[in-house]
């Protein structure tokens, strides 16, 4: 009986050990009571497997287009654009940049990135959480580098050469989500209060109204 005991307490510690809450994979998923009001799971829902095809995993992506105020575009290959990538854990994202192009800081809540260069150089950088006193870690990566972007840390690129570059991107998330901090702060739906913004970066009004009315744009 003794042994029946501890066999049944190893099962009961096993399973908590391996208990853990599901990653979620879009910004929030509200929990409802009648599945019929139902409109959304957390990730996608999966198509019968007699009826996929090779074409549910393949994609071709071109060039982006960098005539924008930044110079550059990002192409995200996550599984909104290929719906293969549900549950894998896994995405991508094509970066184009014109000359000093810029994908601005930003953070990705769901996933970690790592980045090579394909072509041109990259001032690449990332900064730490506020217990880690905000560090800011760069680097200067030319073809064939390869930089990772820890989960949730604000980070960038910008093309410091002469010519377009290119990186292509792996993020650890079928949906890693991206907030460009820039566009949170000045052109959220409604607008964060001018009291919140002016203590928040210890600025005049007039400052704040400056960059509420800029035309913010999103290279996502």
Request: charged residues 15%; proline residues 5%.
């Amino acid at each position: 009986m003794k042994v029946l005991y501890f066999l049944i307490s190893m099962l009961v510690l096993a399973s908590i050990a391996f208990a853990y809450d599901p990653s979620p994979l879009q910004d929030f998923c509200v929990a409802i009571n009648d599945p019929k009001d139902g409109v959304f799971v957390n990730g996608k829902f999966c198509k019968d497997p007699a009826l996929v095809k090779a074409e549910d995993f393949f994609k071709h992506i071109e060039q982006g287009n960098i005539s924008n105020a930044l110079g550059s575009q990002v192409t995200p290959v996550a599984v909104d654009q290929l719906f293969g990538l549900n549950t894998l854990g896994i995405s991508l994202a094509r970066v184009d940049f014109a000359p000093k192009g810029l994908n601005p800081p930003h953070i990705h809540p769901r996933g970690t990135e790592i980045l090579i260069v394909v072509e041109g150089t990259l001032y690449v950088g990332f900064v730490t959480s506020n217990q880690d006193k905000n560090r800011l870690f760069t680097k200067v990566l030319n073809k064939g580098d390869v930089f990772v972007f820890p989960i949730g840390l604000i980070h960038f690129q910008q093309n410091i050469g002469y010519g377009n570059a290119v990186a292509i991107a792996g993020l650890s998330s079928q949906n890693p989500g991206v907030i460009t901090i820039a566009n949170a702060l000045f052109k959220s739906n409604p607008s964060i209060s001018d009291e919140v913004l002016t203590k928040a970066f210890q600025v005049d009004k007039s400052i704040i109204d400056y960059l509420q009315k800029q035309s913010w744009y999103d290279n996502n």
